[in-house]
């Protein structure tokens, strides 16, 4: 179990050094700090993570990957496993501390999400490579042509990347987008003389 502590490790030194994690974390934490004191009252840490988490989402966004905020009672607990209570005071060193803690919750929550989305999709796909397959396969002359072919394309490995490729395109509304992303923007590939 010390790998995970040290992928834990790792992630946080990562988050750390992230500058898009700096800017949102300062953005946070002076559109809360109202009073220009340095250190905000343990009860704004729930709206600050409002804030936070839309300069998240945004800084996510462009990869299809939603960041659901934590909840006030998430954010609760959390502030009670990192040892705050009601009343503290939270500096800016302790509230960085505090939003890697909630940031990687944050991350747990946005890939159960993200699995659960494309694990359908990808049972969907391989659950149709395979009746597809088998119906290809039960037409007398077709079939008997198209085994060897059909036998090129593995549902294990067809399947699912097909799922992937239905949710993506079905999220981005663009089959399009699908063809871009994968082969890239062909117009004006080739030139005449």
Excluded: W
Excluded at 100 to 125: D, R
Excluded at 150 to 173: E, M, N, T
């Amino acid at each position: 179990m010390e790998y995970l502590g040290d992928v834990s490790k790792k992630v946080e030194d990562f988050i750390r050094k992230s500058d898009q994690f700096q800017t949102a974390c300062n953005s946070a934490f002076d559109q809360v700090d109202v009073r220009g004191l340095g250190s905000i009252p343990i009860s704004h840490v729930a709206l600050a993570t409002v804030y936070f988490f839309r300069d998240v989402s945004t800084a996510v966004d462009d990869f299809g990957i939603k960041v659901k905020e934590p909840t006030a009672e998430e954010v609760k607990k959390i502030l009670l496993d990192n040892g705050f209570e009601e009343g503290d005071d939270v500096s800016r060193a302790e509230f960085e501390t505090l939003y890697v803690a909630i940031l990687k919750y944050a991350a747990v929550k946005c890939a159960v999400g993200f699995a659960q989305k494309y694990g359908v999709g990808m049972a969907v796909g391989f659950t149709a490579v395979l009746i597809l397959k088998k119906a290809i396969r039960a037409v007398p002359v077709v079939g008997g042509i198209a085994k060897p072919i059909l036998g090129l394309l593995p549902a294990p490995l067809l399947g699912p990347l097909l799922g992937i490729l239905g949710v993506y395109a079905a999220d981005r509304g663009d089959l399009a987008d699908v063809r871009r992303k994968l082969f890239g923007d062909k117009k004006g590939q080739f030139k005449l003389g």
